[in-house]
């Protein structure tokens, strides 16, 4: 079906408050990943999942980061308690896995996050 | 830290002119990949490159892997201005699944 898609596009929130950025990855994925990436800056790598096995938290920033992907589909990426150093554009992005290797990514649009 | 590492970190080159990218990486990869990313957002897949392959073309893409040196090459020939975006190689670390990506290089495509 269509691509990656994110949700919001663009969210302001003030510092402290909690945000949840949504990403629906293509139908039959079985790998998703969440990225940030600060203005100017490379990707940097948040969690992984791929099907059903536990996914690889190893990137999150910090214990106000957390995501969950329900049902092996749309996943919620949480930031509790946001800091201004929390300001990033959060990439979704979902592939398959093809004789246990990785192929190509696809990419949401991006969630540009502002914390005030 | 970040697996790839991008070479130059920016290039600016005149229309019709081939640019030349590098990459290096750290560790063993099952394979390495090309995206290129326009106005800091969404990135679109170019050109995935097997650990046991050496070179590989797509249109006026050609890549090149060493993994003896650990290093990547991407070439863009008779380069267009739109060609200019940020370019980054991403590779999948054996044994570990997920992609990781460089810091990207800036290409600009004088008219």
């Known amino acids: 079906g269509a691509g990656v898609s994110q949700s919001p596009s663009n969210k302001v929130t003030e510092k402290g408050k909690d945000v949840e950025l949504r990403c629906d990855p293509i139908?039959?994925?079985?790998?998703l990943y969440w990225y940030r990436q600060s203005l100017g800056q490379g990707l940097e790598f948040l969690i992984y999942?791929?099907?059903?096995?536990?996914?690889?938290k190893s990137g999150l920033p910090s214990d106000r980061f957390s995501a969950e992907r329900t049902g092996g589909s749309v996943s919620t990426l949480t930031i509790q308690r946001t800091q201004q150093e929390d300001s990033a554009v959060y990439l979704c992005?979902?592939?398959?896995?093809?004789?246990?290797?990785?192929?190509?990514?696809?990419f949401g649009q991006g969630t540009r996050l502002t914390v005030v | 830290s970040q697996q790839g590492e991008e070479d130059p970190q920016a290039l600016s080159i005149q229309e019709g002119e081939n640019a030349t990218m590098n990459c290096s990486y750290k560790?063993?990869?099952?394979?390495l990949q090309w995206y290129r990313q326009n106005s800091g957002r969404g990135l679109v897949h170019l050109i995935l490159?097997?650990?046991?392959?050496r070179e590989k073309h797509s249109g006026r893409l050609r890549v090149t892997l060493d993994t003896s040196k650990k290093s990547s090459s991407l070439l863009i020939t008779a380069s267009r201005a739109a060609d200019t975006a940020s370019y980054f190689c991403?590779?999948?670390?054996?044994?570990?699944?997920?992609?990781?990506f460089g810091q990207g290089t800036r290409l600009t495509i004088n008219p």
């Open positions: 992005a979902s592939s398959l896995r093809e004789g246990g290797l990785r192929t190509e990514a696809f």
């Open positions: 139908s039959g994925h079985t790998a």
């Open positions: 999942f791929q099907g059903n096995s536990a996914p690889d």
């Open positions: 560790t063993s990869i099952n394979n």
């Open positions: 490159i097997r650990s046991n392959e």
């Open positions: 991403a590779t999948v670390i054996q044994g570990a699944q997920k992609l990781v």
